[in-house]
């Protein structure tokens, strides 16, 4: 199967990955405006190039899915499957050479519940054993330790550092983590 080929939805056991919908605008500008997220991420992210955060997820299909370029998914609890926590994304698909990369971005009021493990171990199962990967990388800001910890726990080796593009913005020096399956 390739990435593209459907939006995924997946459940985990305490954790749902679904597609944005207009009523998780409030949530996505929490996570995009709060600077204490924003330290641990790159400047490039698809949501930061709207004001209106309705208008970024009325057009994230189209942009992001339609064209291939990255799947953002909302993170949501089982039991609140309407209260987006965070985003999951999976982008750089090169589907020739089996490698996707992924990312968590969550609500800083959710940090420290285990939550950024489940998504990882999700979109990991998801691209491996449905989309195919032999191969998933994640880059980690140097300053985020809970990441790169979180990262560790889901089977990631950690590669070094390495100079990552910023979009526009120049390089910026991450931590690049590698599952091989």
Known sequence: MDLFDEMPYLEG????????????APALEELASNPNVNRFIPTYLYEAQYEDKREAIANMRRECFDARQCILLAVCRRE?????LGIAEMY?????????SIGVRLLERT???GIATEVTAMMKDYLVNVVGCR???GHVMIE???????IEKN???DCGRELW??????PIEVNRYVYEA
């Open 135 to 137: 191969v998933i990388t």
């Open 155 to 157: 089977g990631f080796r």
């Open 13 to 24: 056991e305490h954790i749902i990955l679904r597609e944005m919908v207009g009523s998780d």
């Open 80 to 84: 609140e499957p309407d209260q987006m």
């Open 165 to 170: 593009e910023d979009w526009g913005f120049g």
């Open 92 to 100: 750089h698909y090169r589907p020739d050479e089996g490698i996707a």
């Open 111 to 113: 940090w420290g519940q």
């Open 144 to 150: 985020n330790g809970a990441s790169a910890h979180m």
